[in-house]
């Protein structure tokens, strides 16, 4: 089976740093990635993992841990419009198969 | 480029009656998925097209639910009959074989009264 888990929600202040991060037990793995998705939205593209490491993308990181099944995302200097929902989700098959996707961890920026 | 469209973006019905939702995918990205995303979740695979072949259908009500994707570009969601347990947002997304990349539409939100 495919189990993905992440925090529910999460706070932060605006300007500072927040990590979020995410597990998963799946049968297999091809990557993981993360979305962001703003309430009402379609979820938008933020990072792909698939070696382990830190992938660094403007104030945006992600970091993946393939032997202990572990990644997180990293935002720094946050913004208020950074408030969302942000979606841990693992590629598992082979081919252009469908994403398994966590349930989502709702980050609320405060002045 | 012009991303996922998708229509609806609403619809609201009652229970037992049917239900289409449409969908364009990214010009060139062979690859469609649809996803049902309930509130407070993570999107969920219903199903999944290499150009107009289903590939994964396995998390489909096939009692209720049916898809298709006949010339390998737009494609049709279907419920019939509706019940309320249905009201979700449901997703579009598309992906080239260039990219691991998903691109999502903006769904559609449907209501089943």
């Known amino acids: 089976g495919q189990n993905i888990d992440q925090p529910t929600e999460m706070t932060a202040t605006e300007g500072a740093i927040v990590q979020i991060n995410c597990t998963y037990q799946?049968?297999?793995?091809?990557?993981l990635f993360w979305y962001q998705q703003h309430a009402g939205e379609a979820p938008t593209f933020l990072s792909y993992?698939?070696?382990?490491g830190l992938e660094e993308k403007g104030r945006f990181s992600s970091f993946l841990s393939r032997s202990k099944g572990y990644s997180y995302l990293l935002l720094k200097e946050l913004q208020m419009k950074d408030s969302a929902s942000y979606l841990c989700a693992v590629w598992a098959g082979g081919g252009a198969d469908g994403l398994t996707f966590g349930k989502g961890t709702h980050l609320i920026i405060q002045p | 480029e012009a991303g996922v469209v998708q229509s609806p973006r609403y619809k609201i019905i009652e229970k037992k009656q049917p239900v289409a939702f449409w969908c364009n995918p990214i010009?060139?990205?062979?690859?469609l998925y649809w996803y049902l995303q309930n509130l407070g979740q993570g999107p969920e695979l219903l199903i999944r097209?290499?150009?107009?072949?289903?590939?994964?259908d396995s998390q489909l009500p096939k009692d209720r639910f049916s898809a298709e994707r006949l010339k390998g570009v737009d494609s049709t969601l279907k419920i019939q009959p509706a019940e309320l347990g249905d009201s979700a947002v449901y997703l579009c997304?598309?992906?080239?074989?260039?990219?691991?990349?998903?691109?999502f539409g903006p769904g559609t939100r449907l209501t089943v009264l």
């Open positions: 010009s060139g990205h062979n690859t």
């Open positions: 993992n698939v070696l382990d």
């Open positions: 997304a598309s992906s080239s074989l260039a990219s691991n990349e998903q691109f």
């Open positions: 799946t049968s297999g793995f091809n990557g």
């Open positions: 097209y290499e150009n107009e072949e289903a590939v994964d």
